[in-house]
């Protein structure tokens, strides 16, 4: 009987499901780092193509790049864990420290692949981003990162829970920081909407509708 050769690498990356995000906070809904993953992919491209279409930079890239970089963003914590951003980002001992962790951990993975796709994926799990177009890359998952958990803290307050009060305008600190006006726009003109009900948002998209139609 031939010897066929199994890879564990994308059953590794299903197993996202099992790491819970906002470990020290009381959360009326979990969130999982394949949810939050997700979420940020989706946002990332969001910004890229408003960066791209929107506003005018001189400097332009594929929101498809992005998308993909932040679908993978968070995917060495299926090794290393969710560590708390308090503890994560405490001083620069700690994030070096961090970072190398991160890379072992993306190794690890990648290993995880046959030998003719590591390369590939290493860079997804680890990126380097030393191009300008790749700090640009960088900049919209980080903003994306940001948002999500910006939004999470919108829906945990909505289901009546306080908890998340303080870190909701944290990360709105932060967010506002960030200086690009693609993420402003989406702060502005999406986010909003998730503390809707179902019946808003459907009212919602009718009166675009009509808008439309007039």
Not at 3 to 23: C, E, H, P, S, V
Request: charged fraction near 30%; charge should be negative; aromatic fraction near 10%.
């Amino acid at each position: 009987m031939e010897d066929i050769n199994n890879y564990g690498f994308f059953a590794m990356l299903d197993r996202m499901q099992y790491i819970n995000r906002w470990g020290l906070m009381r959360n009326n809904k979990m969130e999982n780092i394949k949810e939050h993953s997700f979420d940020v992919a989706v946002i990332a491209h969001a910004l890229a193509v408003l960066h791209n279409e929107m506003f005018e930079h001189e400097l332009t890239t594929d929101p498809y790049k992005v998308l993909t970089y932040a679908l993978y963003h968070d995917c060495t914590e299926i090794i290393t864990g969710d560590l708390p951003t308090p503890i994560k980002y405490r001083n620069e001992t700690i994030k070096q420290a961090y970072r190398e962790v991160e890379h072992e951990a993306a190794v690890r993975l990648s290993s995880l692949l046959p030998d003719i796709m590591q390369d590939e994926y290493l860079e997804l799990l680890s990126p380097k981003f030393e191009t300008e177009e790749d700090l640009l890359v960088k900049k919209l998952v980080k903003a994306a990162d940001r948002i999500s958990a910006y939004i999470k803290c919108i829906t945990e307050e909505a289901s009546g829970n306080t908890e998340f009060t303080s870190a909701k305008k944290t990360i709105k600190d932060t967010i506002d920081k960030i200086g690009l006006p693609e993420v402003d726009y989406f702060m502005e003109r999406f986010v909003p909407s998730y503390g809707y009900t179902l019946d808003e948002l459907n009212a919602q998209g009718a009166r675009n509708k009509e808008r439309q139609n007039f």
